[in-house]
């Protein structure tokens, strides 16, 4: 006989590989005052909830656990039903389909997650799925640099094809930006078809050596460098990457042009999710927007999700149904 007290969740009590996590049994949560609890139904693997595993970069300790962690359970994306209301909570209702980001708790990676009903949460447009409402990590994190661009400006895009890359696309040109993507060979369609202006194979072409100029470059995987990119920027262009760099070389440059005041170099940290996730919910239901998906495990299945996911091969998002 089931216990519908309890509930699956993928629990780790340490730091480590893939093989840290465990599926187990654990208490339902229930709602405190002004929270509400979510049947989840989908929810992914990314590069967050990869390097939190490891506890990667070390300074990262800092916030999640110095020498354990302090939560027992990963996963920042959901989607799923409401299906509990703490005291307070008039701004949904029990059945409501919503989706959204648990960015400083995590706990998606369960059957039940609770949130405050004020945090990065929304309801899922019509004609959504729910593994196709888990899009919000990879572009909350791309958002925080094209948000640095404005109508009529023209950015690079390097590493176009995963999660952040391909939010970027979207969002930047949802800002009416000429976007030039950077991919791979089995990639070039993809970035055609996602709305880039121009599209670079870089198996096959030294896209810093194009001739041209822009007013941002985002190296959305982590893999090349300022130093590398600096001819592809105009006077005032700015270079941001989503990784510190080889020997922390990004995170040293942003420190430095700030206090230069030039801020050409920037590592992006994303911002009042909350509000984000309300302007995506509109993007997508708008047809501006769409989660580009690589595969699909079962919860039973997360620890090859994590194993796949480190290897950096992903298209996209990678979806856990729960």
């Given at each position: 006989m089931t216990d519908v007290s309890m509930m699956r969740a993928v629990v780790f009590d340490r730091y480590g590989p893939p093989e840290t996590l465990v599926l187990s049994d654990v208490p339902i949560p229930h709602p405190s005052s002004g929270e509400i609890r979510i049947r989840v139904h989908a929810t992914t693997v990314n590069r967050t909830d990869t390097a939190t595993l490891r506890a990667h970069p070390f300074f990262a300790r800092a916030m999640t656990g110095l020498f354990r962690p302090k939560m027992r359970t990963l996963g920042v994306d959901f989607a799923g039903v409401v299906d509990a209301l703490g005291d307070g909570v008039t701004k949904f209702q029990l059945g409501d389909r919503v989706f959204g980001l648990s960015p400083d708790r995590f706990g998606a990676h369960a059957e039940y997650l609770c949130v405050p009903a004020n945090?990065?949460?929304?309801?899922?447009?019509?004609?959504?799925?729910?593994?196709?409402?888990?899009?919000?990590?990879?572009?909350?994190?791309?958002?925080?640099?094209?948000?640095?661009?404005?109508?009529?400006?023209?950015?690079?895009?390097?590493?176009?094809?995963?999660?952040?890359?391909?939010?970027?696309?979207?969002?930047?040109?949802?800002?009416?930006?000429?976007?030039?993507?950077?991919?791979?060979?089995?990639?070039?369609?993809?970035?055609?078809?996602?709305?880039?202006?121009?599209?670079?194979?870089?198996?096959?072409?030294?896209?810093?050596?194009?001739g041209e100029t822009f007013d941002l470059v985002f190296d959305a995987v982590g893999k090349t460098s300022w130093f590398a990119c600096r001819p592809l920027l105009k006077s005032n262009g700015i270079y941001t990457a989503t990784d510190l760099g080889r020997y922390w070389s990004n995170v040293i440059l942003s420190i430095w042009h700030g206090v230069i005041r030039s801020r050409r170099v920037r590592i992006p940290f994303p911002e009042d999710a909350a509000g984000f996730v309300q302007d995506l919910a509109e993007l997508v239901a708008a047809g501006q927007f769409r989660g580009v998906f690589d595969r699909s495990y079962d919860l039973e299945s997360i620890v090859e999700a994590f194993r796949y996911v480190e290897a950096g091969q992903k298209t996209g998002i990678v979806v856990i149904n729960v």
């Open positions: 945090a990065a949460i929304a309801r899922i447009p019509k004609g959504i799925g729910f593994d196709e409402a888990v899009v919000g990590e990879g572009a909350w994190y791309a958002n925080s640099t094209t948000s640095l661009l404005w109508e009529g400006q023209s950015c690079l895009i390097y590493g176009a094809s995963g999660a952040i890359g391909t939010a970027a696309v979207q969002l930047a040109k949802a800002r009416g930006v000429k976007v030039t993507a950077v991919v791979g060979n089995r990639h070039l369609d993809l970035a055609r078809k996602l709305g880039a202006d121009r599209v670079l194979n870089y198996a096959k072409q030294d896209f810093t050596a194009i």
